[in-house]
Structures are given as C-alpha cells and as structure tokens.
C-alpha cells in the first residue's frame, strides 16, 4: 500500500520521503484531498527499448479516426 502525503509535508519532509522511495516505498503525494503524484526510486537500468515488441498485442478499431458525432 502506497503512503499518503500531502503537499505541505512533502515539501517539509522531502529528504525523508526521497529516502524512502529508493528504499522501494510507494508515496502517493496529494493536494486538497486528492492524489496528485507518485514518488517512486528511480530505475536507471531499463535496458534498450525493443521495436515491434507490442506486435500482435495491441488493436485499433477500424472507426479509430472517425469523426465523432455532434452533441
């Protein structure tokens, strides 16, 4: 389960919070109530990105680009 932090304490704390998300913590920052963004440790090591590896995995509609209806 994510922490829950709002603005004001993440600004007061942000050393703290940055400590523990590279310790594999999730922290949900919010503002008036409402999630905001996520503080999450940084993963260098991604690895080269592989063309054509959604291939078969993804399907687009054929009316994708129609126009949409008038309301």
């Known amino acids: 389960m994510a922490a829950v932090v709002n603005v004001t ?3 007061a704390q942000l050393s703290r919070l940055i ?3 590279a310790g594999g913590k999730r922290i949900v920052i ?3 109530g409402r ?3 996520v503080l999450v440790a940084f993963d260098e090591d991604q ?3 592989r063309l054509g590896s959604w ?3 993804v399907q687009i ?3 994708f680009d ?3 209806p008038c309301l």
């Open 9 to 11: 304490e993440a600004k």
């Open 19 to 21: 400590d523990e998300a």
């Open 30 to 32: 919010g503002k008036a």
């Open 35 to 37: 999630p905001m963004a």
């Open 47 to 49: 690895g080269p990105r």
């Open 55 to 57: 291939k078969g995995r």
């Open 61 to 63: 509609a054929e009316d």
């Open 66 to 68: 129609d126009p949409l």
